[in-house]
């Protein structure tokens, strides 16, 4: 089982998985966890720490709409450019320059489900998916 499955495993169980700063993770659920599951995890930990510390940084930044490719030049290190017409943008960043790497993002993507979509500009952008809308009786 990868990273991505075994997130996505214990997200159906019921189990809540968290980074801790010193590197450990937090399992918390409150039904018990096969010996199975349990071995995997450990197996697969510096994966499943990446790609929870990328869900985390990355919801937050979604509050709104963010263009994806400058999600992805923060996220591996880059930098805030001024342009000459006043915008500012992400420019720079290599994949694991920074200890992080684009495939934990792209990870985190799939498990908040962010809606890709292209922008008024052409660009391609990230947005978190709408809430469920409750039906009115």
């Known amino acids: 089982m990868n990273a991505e ?5 214990c997200h159906d ?3 809540t998985l968290s980074p801790l700063p010193s590197g450990m993770l937090r399992v918390q659920c409150n039904v018990e966890i096969s010996d199975m599951l349990r071995s995997a995890l450990k197996d697969n930990k510096p994966e499943v720490l990446a790609i929870l510390e990328a869900m985390e940084w ?3 930044r979604l509050a709104e709409p963010k263009r994806i490719a400058d999600l992805i030049s923060e996220w591996c290190g880059g930098k805030l ?4 017409d006043q915008t500012v943008r992400w420019e720079g960043g ?3 320059l920074n ?3 684009i ?3 792209l990870a985190a993507r799939w498990q908040l489900k962010l809606y890709p979509f292209t922008g008024d500009d052409g660009l391609s952008w990230w947005r978190l998916p709408e ?3 409750e039906w009115e009786q």
């Open 94 to 96: 290599r994949d694991g």
């Open 131 to 133: 809430e469920p809308q």
């Open 103 to 105: 495939d934990a993002l």
């Open 81 to 84: 450019v001024l342009d000459r």
């Open 5 to 9: 499955t075994l997130i996505s495993r």
């Open 99 to 101: 200890g992080r790497d």
């Open 13 to 15: 169980l019921g189990v």
């Open 58 to 60: 990355l919801k937050p």
